[in-house]
């Protein structure tokens, strides 16, 4: 008898740890000093002061061994370093595009992408812009539209690929607008803004034979690009025995090109790239990419960057790792949901998604609901979580007012291999007991506000 049937339901981490960073707890009085230092924005707030920081997965998580020993290999020539080749092969491996154009991080690939292939009046649909695109779009005098499935807007609402995008809107879309002013068709995978919600093979097919049947290119924004396969293994009929490397180069097989930020599926912390077959394209963007960024064998990169990249790019598909991974972010969701707490369902990959309309009935949507969670959450248990909702995808109006999001979010990102179970129970521990004393949570106002990206910077007054 090898292993006398043994089928463990307890979710380990598929690691051990041999470095520690110490994390300390603030008074509940420190950080209610903290909180209005820092404007009631938690993007002001000192790491330090912070217990557990779920504000993003984005350069958070922690790398491998293997990825340090890479790291002492950086090669840092300007020109043809050998660490460029090694990152180059790695990303062609999984995407089998030719050209891949090297990025500090996922928003100077989308600089250079919208920069060179936008221009004002053009639209540019996407499942759901996240938050620097939408905003590249929109220095380009383009305008960013989100095309998500209905369903995604319904936070209970169990669909499995809740980050489809509308075939129907899409081919409307394109009716409407008329294909010349739609230079190209984004898909995000996994879909940040609306609950880290996969997208579909059958979507990814569909959405690339409308776009292609009218000449227009398709690109995926593919910064968690391993989850959406595991999550496409785990739901879509037909994928179950493929492995995750498979999936994702199927993934990549219907686009024309990606954006990728290295700093959440590449398990780096800094790094991107933009990848395309297009020739042409590829001068263009070089061009711009050296002048804003660097020469094309290191683009925004450091030698030792590109090895963590090419190393965190084979890793992120290990199976026990992707198990791990998404069944961490199920075991948090369960265990809200069982506390009470109403999240977006299904769970998705790198976050859960608490809906804070609905845990605040009692704040109207101008007065932050979602802010005003995260801020309780900070002072009560010294937990940093990111507010997805009027804050960060409303807008404000000429005439003052806000248009507000279509949904009021609190993302709890979970770093990759950082975080324990016990950190989980605690942060559960904490939302139940925010639930028992909700009416006691205040609303905010804005009192300052930058004209772009408002939420990094904005500052807050609580009602
Ligand atoms: C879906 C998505 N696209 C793009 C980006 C931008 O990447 P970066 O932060 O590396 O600039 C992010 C970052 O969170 C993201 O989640």
Redesign the pocket.
């Known amino acids: 008898m090898d292993s006398f049937g043994f089928q463990p339901h307890t979710l380990i981490e598929p690691f051990r740890i041999k470095t520690v960073t110490p994390i300390q707890m603030t008074s509940q009085r420190q950080r209610t000093a903290a909180l209005a230092a820092a404007h009631y924005n938690l993007f002001l707030l000192p790491a330090e002061d912070v217990l557990i920081d779920l504000l ?1 997965d ?1 350069g958070t998580g922690a790398m491998s061994a293997a990825q340090w020993g890479g790291m002492m290999q950086g090669d840092e020539s300007y020109a043809g370093s050998s660490s460029f080749y090694k990152f180059e092969q790695s990303v062609q491996e999984i995407t089998g595009f030719k050209h891949i154009i090297p990025t500090h ?4 690939a ?1 600089h250079i992408l919208f920069s060179t292939l936008c221009n004002p009046g053009d639209v540019i649909p996407n499942n759901f812009h ?1 938050d ?2 939408r905003a590249n779009i929109e220095a380009n005098g383009a305008e960013a539209r989100n095309l998500v499935i209905a369903e995604a807007y319904q936070p209970t609402f169990l669909h499995p690929f809740k980050g489809n995008m509308d075939v129907d809107r899409l081919q409307r879309t394109i009716a409407d607008v008329g294909p010349e002013r739609i230079p190209l068709v984004m898909l ?1 995978v996994t879909n ?1 803004g609306v609950g880290g919600q996969p997208v579909s093979l059958a979507n990814i097919r569909a959405v690339s034979d409308i776009c292609h049947s009218h000449g227009i290119p398709l690109f995926l ?1 593919a ?1 968690r690009f391993a989850e959406n396969a595991w999550l496409i293994k785990q739901r879509e009929p037909g994928y179950a025995d493929h492995t995750p490397l498979k999936i994702a180069r199927e993934m990549f097989k219907y686009v024309d090109g990606c ?1 990728m ?1 290295a ?2 599926d590449g398990l780096a912390n800094i790094g ?1 790239f933009l990848a395309i077959n297009n020739d042409e394209w590829a001068e263009r963007f070089k061009l711009r990419l050296i002048l804003i960024e660097g020469f094309p064998t290191y683009g925004g990169l450091a030698g030792y960057d590109m090895e963590a990249i090419a190393i965190g790019l084979q890793e992120v598909l290990q199976e026990d790792y992707l198990h791990y991974r998404i069944q961490s972010t199920a075991y948090l969701g369960d265990k809200l949901v069982q506390a009470g707490i109403p999240i977006v369902l299904p769970t998705g990959g790198h976050a859960v998604f608490i809906d804070a309309g609905a845990f605040l009935p009692h704040l109207p949507q101008d007065q932050y609901p979602a802010q005003a969670l995260s801020i309780a959450l900070y002072q009560a248990a010294g937990i940093r979580a990111c507010e997805l909702g009027s804050v960060a995808f409303g807008r404000r109006l000429a005439d003052g007012t806000d248009e507000p999001a279509a949904l009021e979010l609190v993302r709890l990102a979970l770093p990759r291999r950082v975080y324990t179970r016990s950190h989980l129970d605690y942060l559960v521990e904490a939302l139940a007991y925010l639930a028992h004393v909700s009416n006691q949570i205040r609303g905010v106002r804005i009192t300052w506000q930058a004209p772009q990206l408002r939420h990094f910077t904005a500052r807050f007054a609580l009602m």
Do not use: I, L, M, V
């Not at 991080?105 to 100077?108: D, E, S, V």
């Open positions: 993003t984005s991080q996922g928003r100077a989308e996240f620097t695109t995000t940040n924004d910064c954006t930020s700093k959440k991107g």
